[in-house]
């Protein structure tokens, strides 16, 4: 079941999923799981840039019936993900798509997803220190997806008034906007995330409309990481959920 570096984590409620050195996931993937959890009427939903599979295993975890899709362009994270869901006993309601979310035409259907998710790379091209390994500069620098690929792939693939959910550095606030508007996709709810009320904010987490009318936009108060003794706050506490418990 297991490969050369790779090794099992405990996720909770009975689910858990194989990680590695080069393909895991950290506070941003479970925040933005949680941010974007398919509604009751969503029948299907999409995770681009899946990974080892953590957004849909929480997803699962969580009791959503929606067929889900995940698409990951590294055959090493499908083949993690693959085998977690062999791990669980998963079959039903789930399909892992081998692609470049750029060339996805014919291998799923076009608006027809309820919720689309993606976490990106958070650094634009030719920012920042690259890695060495290559699954880490595509998770991390838009090597091989810009953002506006990403709105782009969303909205051929969301319904009209389907939602598109990512999270970002705040610095790329104004690129993502952008991005979503150019294609379609009204941002309806954001939100801050912060370790601290001392700190300024880390990530942002945010949802649009496909063909939503412009304007009215909601600021969701900010999510705090800590609470004043430098504990996890009561919020994150719900959040992470069984997964705490069983492992941090």
């Not at 705040?170 to 991005?179: G, K, N, S, Y």
């Not at 995330?193 to 880390?202: A, D, L, M, S």
Request: proline share 5%.
């Amino acid at each position: 079941m297991l490969k050369e570096n790779e090794n099992i984590e405990p996720f909770g409620g009975g689910i858990k999923i194989i990680v590695s050195d080069e393909h895991k996931f950290w506070t941003d993937t479970i925040l933005l799981a949680d941010f974007s959890m398919p509604k009751k009427n969503d029948k299907k939903v999409c995770d681009l840039g899946s990974g080892c599979g953590p957004i849909p295993l929480i997803w699962i975890r969580k009791g959503s019936a929606a067929s889900i899709t995940a698409v990951e362009i590294q055959e090493n994270a499908c083949d993690m993900f693959r085998r977690s869901l062999l791990l669980n006993n998963i079959s039903d309601n789930i399909e892992i798509i081998n692609s470049d979310l750029r060339d996805l035409k014919g291998k799923t259907a076009a608006s027809a997803y309820d919720l689309v998710v993606c976490n990106p790379p958070y650094k634009a091209e030719g920012t920042g220190i690259k890695s060495n390994s290559e699954s880490h500069l595509i998770a991390r620098h838009e090597s091989m997806c810009t953002m506006d690929d990403i709105a782009a792939c969303a909205r051929s693939l969301l319904r009209f008034s389907g939602r598109f959910c990512m999270c970002q550095r705040p610095e790329r606030l104004c690129d993502v906007i952008a991005a979503m508007r150019n294609n379609d996709i009204e941002p309806k709810r954001l939100r801050f995330v912060q370790q601290r009320k001392t700190k300024p904010p880390k990530l942002f987490l945010i949802e649009g409309k496909r063909g939503g009318r412009p304007g009215g936009l909601i600021i969701e108060p900010v999510l705090f990481i800590e609470n004043e003794n430098g504990d996890f706050s009561e919020e994150m506490i719900s959040i992470y959920g069984q997964y705490k418990e069983e492992y941090i």
